[in-house]
Structures are given as C-alpha cells and as structure tokens.
C-alpha cells in the first residue's frame, strides 16, 4: 500500500539520548516535512525538505536535524533528547505545488 | 508570520445535529484553507480544503465557508454521525506550498448518540 511508513511508533527516551526518527514515502513526492503535535497547540512544523539535497528550518528547528539523501527517505534526529521533545512525531509529504499533505502513522515519543 | 486561531477547542452535538468549527487568520496573503480530520490514535487526513477564489465549497455532509474580507472560515458538518468524532484542524497559507501553512490548534468534536 502507497503512503508513508515511520518507525519506531512509540520510544521512551532518557534524556540526552541521541534519537533518530525514521520516514520513509513511496509516492515519489518531492516534498517531505516534520510536525510535532502537542495538545492545545496543533501541527508544528520542524523541519522541510523541498526536493532531495535541500533541507530548511521550520517553525520550531532547535534541538532537531534531518537529512535528504534521497526522494524516499528523510530522517528526523534529536541530538541530546530534553523532556520537552516529548511529543508525537508526523511525517508528511506532498507534491511541491499542491497543498495537500499525506501524513505517517505518527511517532510517541517520550523523553524522561 | 500567519496566525491561526480555532474555536471552539471542544464542541460535543447530538447525533443528527450540525457542527460548526471556526477559524481565523491573519495574514491577507493566505489564500489556501485546508481542514484536516484526525481519528483518535490516526494520521491527520486532508477532508476538504477552499481557495480564496470561492467563498463556499461542499462535499456530501460537510462545507466550507470562506470570508477574505473578515479573514475567517468555517467548517460546517451537518447531519452528524458517530464517526465524526474526531479533531479537526484548520490551516491557512499561501496556495501551492504545504510547507507555509499553519495550523490551528485543533477542535475535538464528540458527537453523542
């Protein structure tokens, strides 16, 4: 089935702990995106990626990197893990010109 | 930057009854308003979504209403069921970019059988 696969779908993680969140897509989208959903605040984007090679900061970048090798793939890393990363993570893509995002699963993520 | 505001956060209906969600924004160059459904424990999905060019858009039960001047819009479900229970979220942005919306903070809608 198309979509978007992320793993692992739930961590606990002691805090500074390197942790890295996979995503992977099989839409052939160029475009790919990290939010992190807290309740009262809604989809936060961390981090884009417009095409394969680029990456750019969104909303709330500090404490998170990610990388773009390629179409498929685009990894989100928490360097030193803090209580406040705990979150659930969503992976997204979309075509560039089109707004429509396809999200993952989602990743619970716990940092204690 | 864009500032999106939801209301109500929580909104519970009988069964049969409309909802009704509302958004607003502040950035006059917003011109893409998509609302997203998110199921307990699912992924956000994209359910319907306007462009500045209409002021209404239906589909089956739900609708979306849309007022540049006043710079708000609206998600309205009539007829509800008990799989509408869900969040729902607004977002606002220019038109052609998912990676420039913002999102509002989400309503929980309950409806009650």
């Known amino acids: 089935i198309a979509g978007i696969t992320q793993a692992p779908t739930s961590q606990i993680l002691a805090a500074g702990r390197r942790m890295t969140l996979r995503c992977t897509q099989d839409?052939?989208?160029?475009?790919m995106y990290w939010y992190r959903q807290d309740l009262g605040l809604g989809l936060r984007l961390i981090h884009y990626s417009n095409t394969a090679g680029t990456t750019g900061k969104g909303e709330v970048p500090d404490g998170y990197s990610v990388s773009r090798a390629n179409t498929d793939d685009f990894p989100l890393t928490l360097a030193s893990a803090v209580p406040s990363q705990t979150s659930v993570y969503f992976c997204a893509s979309s075509d560039v010109g089109h707004g429509e995002l396809f999200f993952g699963e989602g990743s619970r993520l716990t940092v204690l | 930057g864009e500032n999106v505001e939801q209301h109500p956060s929580t909104l519970s209906v009988q069964e049969g009854d409309s909802a009704v969600i509302k958004c607003t924004y502040s950035d006059s160059a917003s011109n893409y308003f998509p609302w997203y459904k998110q199921e307990l424990g699912k992924r956000p999905q994209l359910i319907i979504d306007?462009?500045?060019?209409?002021g209404e858009k239906k589909d089956q039960r739900i609708a979306v209403t849309l007022n540049k001047t006043a710079k708000h819009f609206s998600l309205h479900i009539t007829e509800t069921q008990p799989e509408d229970s869900a969040v729902y979220f607004c977002a606002a942005g220019p038109g052609g970019s998912a990676r420039q919306l913002t999102f509002g903070s989400g309503t929980q809608l309950t409806v009650l059988p």
């Open positions: 839409m052939r989208h160029n475009a």
């Open positions: 306007i462009r500045s060019n209409v």
